[in-house]
């Protein structure tokens, strides 16, 4: 296999000029910076929550998914075989609460993205609706930052910001309907898109994990307040406290630290999908 890129958690290979495939890592990064430290069966627990949430979103749009179990057996468990895709640069974030930049960028603007948002929000306030508060891909910075609904129809025009929007939100509902089944609130979340080589638009990257969303207790949820997170808003938070600079090389975690973030990786996956983890 041709390694094509090896990213802050995961690496890619090309397996064909229409398939790859993704391999999770124990590694985890925050603000932009991978730690030294990995995380045990965080690969495995990433992907196979995702593997998941491809197969019950499945009917909103296609993904990228060929297989999770057709994979090389030195990466079973955290990778999968996946359509090569035409990714479409921008981020596409859902928020039903208010939080993380998200909350920043309210108390500065009272909006996000854009969006106009109720005055004297708190943080941990539900919205009174989701919203699509896309961000960019790349920036000049190298971090994510904020874009408005007319900033994508420039970059991708009008019927496919208005696809993307829909399909943002309609995901991020119907996720955050099944996890609040299972007592856990999906703050904000994140998805990536692509075309297909038959350009259909095309769910890709992964979905709905602990990487990409945050996720709360919803019987310990408590607005005006920090959440108790079970994802990785727990290392960063932890890193902050540091009194590191957020600039490489990042701090070891220590061991009562991976133990606990490995442990809200699991808890999470087992509320929402309702199985065991082994």
């Excluded at 965080?42 to 993904?63: C, D, H, I, M, Y």
């Excluded at 108390?107 to 896309?134: C, N």
Aim: hydrophobic share 35%.
């Amino acid at each position: 296999m041709n390694l094509l890129h090896s990213g802050k958690v995961r690496d890619v290979y090309e397996l064909s000029n229409r398939e790859l495939l993704l391999v999770a890592s124990d590694r985890i990064s925050v603000y932009d910076v991978s730690l030294p430290t990995p995380i045990p069966e965080r690969g495995a627990l990433l992907t196979q929550l995702s593997v998941f949430w491809f197969g019950k979103l499945a009917e909103v749009v296609p993904n990228h998914l060929i297989s999770a179990t057709n994979v090389p057996a030195e990466f079973a468990r955290r990778s999968i075989r996946a359509k090569r895709l035409d990714m479409i640069h921008v981020e596409c974030i859902a928020r039903g609460y208010l939080t993380g930049l998200g909350l920043r960028e309210y108390q500065r603007t009272g909006a996000v993205s854009g969006v106009v948002l109720p005055p004297g929000l708190v943080e941990g306030d539900k919205l009174p609706e989701p919203a699509f508060t896309p961000t960019t891909k790349f920036s000049p910075t190298g971090h994510d930052e904020f874009i408005t609904f007319d900033d994508v129809v420039s970059q991708v025009g009008q019927s496919t910001a208005e696809r993307l929007r829909e399909l943002t939100l309609e995901l991020y509902t119907r996720g955050a309907e099944h996890a609040a089944r299972n007592g856990v609130i999906i703050a904000d979340t994140k998805f990536e898109f692509g075309w297909d080589s038959n350009g259909v638009l095309t769910l890709g990257d992964e979905v709905l994990t602990s990487d990409s969303s945050r996720f709360w207790s919803a019987d310990e949820w408590a607005p005006g307040q920090s959440q108790r997170s079970m994802d990785k808003q727990f290392v960063r938070d932890w890193s902050r406290s540091t009194g590191w600079d957020m600039t490489p090389p990042g701090p070891d975690i220590p061991d009562d630290v991976v133990a606990a973030t490995r442990a809200r990786y699991i808890e999470v996956y087992e509320r929402i999908t309702g199985e065991k983890w082994q």
